[in-house]
Protein backbone atom coordinates (compact mmCIF):
# COMPACT_ATOMS: atom_id res chain seq x y z
CA UNK A 1 0.00 0.00 0.00
CA UNK A 2 3.15 2.19 1.03
CA UNK A 3 4.74 1.26 -2.42
CA UNK A 4 1.28 1.85 -4.60
CA UNK A 5 0.67 5.71 -2.30
CA UNK A 6 4.31 6.34 -3.08
CA UNK A 7 3.77 5.83 -6.73
CA UNK A 8 0.66 7.76 -7.57
CA UNK A 9 2.02 11.02 -5.33
CA UNK A 10 4.88 10.67 -8.04
CA UNK A 11 2.83 10.26 -10.71
CA UNK A 12 0.93 13.26 -9.86
CA UNK A 13 3.77 15.42 -9.53
CA UNK A 14 5.33 14.39 -12.87
CA UNK A 15 2.05 15.17 -14.24
CA UNK A 16 1.61 18.25 -12.41
CA UNK A 17 4.82 19.22 -14.14
CA UNK A 18 4.21 18.24 -17.53
CA UNK A 19 5.40 21.07 -20.29
CA UNK A 20 2.99 21.72 -22.81
CA UNK A 21 4.23 22.45 -26.28
CA UNK A 22 2.93 25.48 -28.04
CA UNK A 23 0.05 24.75 -30.14
CA UNK A 24 1.02 24.19 -34.21
CA UNK A 25 0.55 26.58 -37.11
CA UNK A 26 -0.47 30.20 -36.83
CA UNK A 27 -0.32 32.21 -33.71
CA UNK A 28 -3.16 34.89 -32.96
CA UNK A 29 -2.24 38.79 -33.11
CA UNK A 30 -5.54 40.53 -33.09
CA UNK A 31 -6.72 40.36 -29.19
CA UNK A 32 -10.09 42.44 -29.44
CA UNK A 33 -12.10 43.12 -25.59
CA UNK A 34 -15.89 43.97 -26.33
CA UNK A 35 -16.88 46.61 -23.66
CA UNK A 36 -20.30 47.98 -23.07
CA UNK A 37 -21.40 50.16 -19.60
CA UNK A 38 -21.27 48.46 -16.02
CA UNK A 39 -18.22 46.20 -16.86
CA UNK A 40 -16.49 44.29 -14.24
CA UNK A 41 -12.88 46.19 -13.78
CA UNK A 42 -10.70 42.91 -13.12
CA UNK A 43 -12.37 40.98 -15.71
CA UNK A 44 -10.66 43.47 -18.04
CA UNK A 45 -7.30 44.75 -16.48
CA UNK A 46 -6.57 41.46 -15.37
CA UNK A 47 -6.08 39.68 -18.53
CA UNK A 48 -4.51 42.95 -20.38
CA UNK A 49 -2.30 42.21 -17.32
CA UNK A 50 -1.43 38.71 -18.80
CA UNK A 51 -1.12 39.73 -22.43
CA UNK A 52 0.94 42.72 -21.69
CA UNK A 53 3.37 40.35 -19.96
CA UNK A 54 2.74 38.12 -23.32
CA UNK A 55 3.35 40.71 -25.47
CA UNK A 56 7.14 41.21 -24.06
CA UNK A 57 7.92 38.01 -26.10
CA UNK A 58 5.33 37.33 -28.70
CA UNK A 59 3.93 40.06 -31.37
CA UNK A 60 0.54 40.97 -30.18
CA UNK A 61 -2.11 43.46 -30.13
CA UNK A 62 -4.45 44.79 -27.97
CA UNK A 63 -8.25 46.45 -29.01
CA UNK A 64 -10.80 48.00 -27.12
CA UNK A 65 -14.20 48.03 -28.84
CA UNK A 66 -17.56 48.91 -28.06
CA UNK A 67 -20.58 50.13 -29.84
CA UNK A 68 -19.94 53.74 -30.07
CA UNK A 69 -15.89 53.40 -29.98
CA UNK A 70 -15.88 56.72 -27.35
CA UNK A 71 -15.79 55.82 -23.89
CA UNK A 72 -17.18 52.69 -21.82
CA UNK A 73 -17.67 53.43 -18.39
CA UNK A 74 -17.47 50.84 -15.52
CA UNK A 75 -20.07 53.21 -13.42
CA UNK A 76 -23.70 51.08 -12.80
CA UNK A 77 -27.30 52.06 -14.02
CA UNK A 78 -28.20 51.90 -10.41
CA UNK A 79 -26.06 53.37 -7.90
CA UNK A 80 -25.22 51.43 -4.80
CA UNK A 81 -26.97 50.93 -1.90
CA UNK A 82 -23.83 52.63 -0.13
CA UNK A 83 -23.51 55.58 -2.75
CA UNK A 84 -20.47 54.81 -3.43
CA UNK A 85 -18.41 56.06 -6.68
CA UNK A 86 -16.07 53.92 -7.43
CA UNK A 87 -16.39 54.29 -11.53
CA UNK A 88 -14.04 54.80 -13.97
CA UNK A 89 -13.98 55.74 -17.71
CA UNK A 90 -11.96 54.17 -20.35
CA UNK A 91 -11.28 55.12 -24.12
CA UNK A 92 -12.12 53.06 -26.47
CA UNK A 93 -10.34 52.20 -30.26
CA UNK A 94 -13.18 50.75 -32.52
CA UNK A 95 -16.27 50.45 -32.52
CA UNK A 96 -18.20 46.77 -33.39
CA UNK A 97 -19.00 47.95 -36.43
CA UNK A 98 -15.57 48.99 -37.63
CA UNK A 99 -12.93 46.91 -35.47
CA UNK A 100 -10.11 45.04 -37.14
CA UNK A 101 -10.08 41.72 -37.91
CA UNK A 102 -9.64 39.80 -34.60
CA UNK A 103 -8.06 36.38 -33.88
CA UNK A 104 -9.43 36.48 -30.37
CA UNK A 105 -12.24 38.02 -28.54
CA UNK A 106 -12.15 38.48 -25.06
CA UNK A 107 -15.88 39.52 -23.39
CA UNK A 108 -16.16 40.58 -19.84
CA UNK A 109 -19.11 40.24 -16.87
CA UNK A 110 -19.96 43.00 -15.14
CA UNK A 111 -23.45 44.21 -13.68
CA UNK A 112 -24.35 45.60 -17.15
CA UNK A 113 -24.34 41.66 -18.53
CA UNK A 114 -28.45 41.94 -16.60
CA UNK A 115 -29.61 44.93 -18.91
CA UNK A 116 -30.92 43.80 -22.16
CA UNK A 117 -30.88 46.61 -23.92
CA UNK A 118 -27.20 47.49 -22.73
CA UNK A 119 -26.23 44.17 -24.10
CA UNK A 120 -28.22 43.69 -27.24
CA UNK A 121 -25.56 45.18 -29.50
CA UNK A 122 -22.72 42.97 -27.42
CA UNK A 123 -24.68 40.36 -28.17
CA UNK A 124 -24.82 40.81 -32.28
CA UNK A 125 -21.67 41.91 -32.45
CA UNK A 126 -20.19 38.52 -30.56
CA UNK A 127 -22.27 36.42 -32.60
CA UNK A 128 -21.23 37.77 -35.87
CA UNK A 129 -17.51 37.89 -35.64
CA UNK A 130 -17.57 34.22 -33.84
CA UNK A 131 -16.86 32.37 -37.06
CA UNK A 132 -13.87 34.46 -37.69
CA UNK A 133 -12.04 34.10 -34.82
CA UNK A 134 -9.39 31.27 -33.44
CA UNK A 135 -10.57 31.70 -30.20
CA UNK A 136 -13.39 33.66 -28.24
CA UNK A 137 -12.78 33.88 -23.97
CA UNK A 138 -15.17 34.87 -21.35
CA UNK A 139 -14.86 36.40 -18.13
CA UNK A 140 -17.31 36.04 -15.16
CA UNK A 141 -20.83 36.71 -16.12
CA UNK A 142 -19.33 37.35 -19.59
CA UNK A 143 -20.43 33.29 -20.17
CA UNK A 144 -24.22 34.83 -20.26
CA UNK A 145 -23.63 37.15 -23.71
CA UNK A 146 -21.57 34.06 -25.18
CA UNK A 147 -24.73 31.62 -24.12
CA UNK A 148 -27.65 33.73 -25.61
CA UNK A 149 -25.30 34.62 -28.99
CA UNK A 150 -25.56 30.65 -29.11
CA UNK A 151 -21.92 29.89 -28.79
CA UNK A 152 -21.91 28.02 -26.25
CA UNK A 153 -25.09 25.58 -26.94
CA UNK A 154 -23.70 21.72 -26.69
CA UNK A 155 -20.31 23.07 -25.02
CA UNK A 156 -19.25 23.08 -21.40
CA UNK A 157 -18.78 25.43 -19.49
CA UNK A 158 -18.48 27.93 -16.75
CA UNK A 159 -18.51 31.07 -14.73
CA UNK A 160 -19.62 33.52 -11.61
CA UNK A 161 -20.66 30.89 -9.18
CA UNK A 162 -22.30 33.79 -7.07
CA UNK A 163 -24.38 34.95 -10.37
CA UNK A 164 -24.86 31.21 -11.43
CA UNK A 165 -28.62 30.94 -11.65
CA UNK A 166 -28.66 34.11 -13.51
CA UNK A 167 -26.00 33.46 -16.23
CA UNK A 168 -27.08 29.71 -16.43
CA UNK A 169 -30.61 30.39 -17.20
CA UNK A 170 -29.29 31.55 -20.77
CA UNK A 171 -28.24 28.71 -21.63
CA UNK A 172 -30.49 25.32 -21.54
CA UNK A 173 -28.18 22.98 -23.93
CA UNK A 174 -24.95 24.35 -22.30
CA UNK A 175 -22.81 21.57 -20.30
CA UNK A 176 -22.66 24.24 -17.48
CA UNK A 177 -19.79 22.83 -15.02
CA UNK A 178 -19.88 23.83 -11.50
CA UNK A 179 -16.87 22.77 -10.48
CA UNK A 180 -13.93 24.72 -12.41
CA UNK A 181 -12.14 27.90 -12.56
CA UNK A 182 -12.07 28.00 -16.26
CA UNK A 183 -13.06 25.55 -18.78
CA UNK A 184 -11.89 25.09 -22.64
CA UNK A 185 -14.34 23.85 -25.10
CA UNK A 186 -12.60 23.53 -29.03
CA UNK A 187 -12.08 27.23 -29.19
CA UNK A 188 -14.15 28.35 -26.55
CA UNK A 189 -12.66 29.72 -23.09
CA UNK A 190 -14.92 30.64 -19.92
CA UNK A 191 -13.62 31.62 -16.83
CA UNK A 192 -15.51 31.31 -13.41
CA UNK A 193 -15.67 35.14 -11.95
CA UNK A 194 -13.77 37.99 -11.90
CA UNK A 195 -9.58 37.47 -10.87
CA UNK A 196 -10.70 33.80 -12.48
CA UNK A 197 -10.02 35.47 -15.83
CA UNK A 198 -6.28 35.86 -15.35
CA UNK A 199 -5.90 32.15 -14.71
CA UNK A 200 -8.01 31.50 -17.43
CA UNK A 201 -6.11 33.76 -19.93
CA UNK A 202 -2.54 32.31 -18.79
CA UNK A 203 -4.18 28.82 -19.14
CA UNK A 204 -5.01 30.03 -22.81
CA UNK A 205 -1.27 31.10 -23.39
CA UNK A 206 0.02 27.91 -22.09
CA UNK A 207 -2.60 26.20 -24.24
CA UNK A 208 -1.51 28.15 -27.62
CA UNK A 209 2.46 29.27 -26.70
CA UNK A 210 3.14 26.41 -24.49
CA UNK A 211 4.49 26.27 -20.68
CA UNK A 212 7.79 28.07 -21.36
CA UNK A 213 6.10 31.40 -22.00
CA UNK A 214 3.07 31.04 -19.50
CA UNK A 215 5.22 30.27 -16.62
CA UNK A 216 7.55 33.45 -18.05
CA UNK A 217 4.51 35.43 -18.22
CA UNK A 218 3.34 34.19 -14.65
CA UNK A 219 6.52 34.88 -13.30
CA UNK A 220 6.82 38.54 -14.87
CA UNK A 221 3.43 38.92 -12.89
CA UNK A 222 4.37 37.28 -9.46
CA UNK A 223 1.11 35.43 -9.85
CA UNK A 224 0.19 32.16 -7.76
CA UNK A 225 -1.38 30.41 -11.00
CA UNK A 226 -4.69 28.86 -10.22
CA UNK A 227 -5.53 25.24 -12.63
CA UNK A 228 -8.55 25.14 -14.40
CA UNK A 229 -10.10 22.40 -11.90
CA UNK A 230 -9.26 24.27 -8.68
CA UNK A 231 -12.33 25.89 -7.61
CA UNK A 232 -13.86 26.59 -4.34
CA UNK A 233 -16.20 28.87 -5.03
CA UNK A 234 -18.65 26.62 -6.22
CA UNK A 235 -19.10 24.81 -2.99
CA UNK A 236 -19.31 28.06 -0.84
CA UNK A 237 -21.93 29.01 -3.04
CA UNK A 238 -23.93 25.39 -2.30
CA UNK A 239 -23.54 24.43 -6.40
CA UNK A 240 -21.51 21.28 -5.64
Do not use: H
Not at 16 to 21: D, G, K, R, Y
Not at 31 to 48: E, K, N
Not at 213 to 228: H, P
Amino acid sequence: MVRVSGFITALCATLAMATVEPQPGPKPKNIGIALFRAWQPMDVFGPIEALWGLGLSQPINIYLIDEDGDTAMIKPFTPFATQSNTSATVLVDYTFANAPQLDVLIVPGGVGTRNEANMAPVIAYVKAVYPSLQYIISVCTGASVLARAGILDGKRATTNKRSWAFVTQFGERVRWQPKARYVRDRNVWTTSGISAGVDGVLGWIEYVWGTNVSTDVTNVMEWNKVGANDDKFGKLYGLW
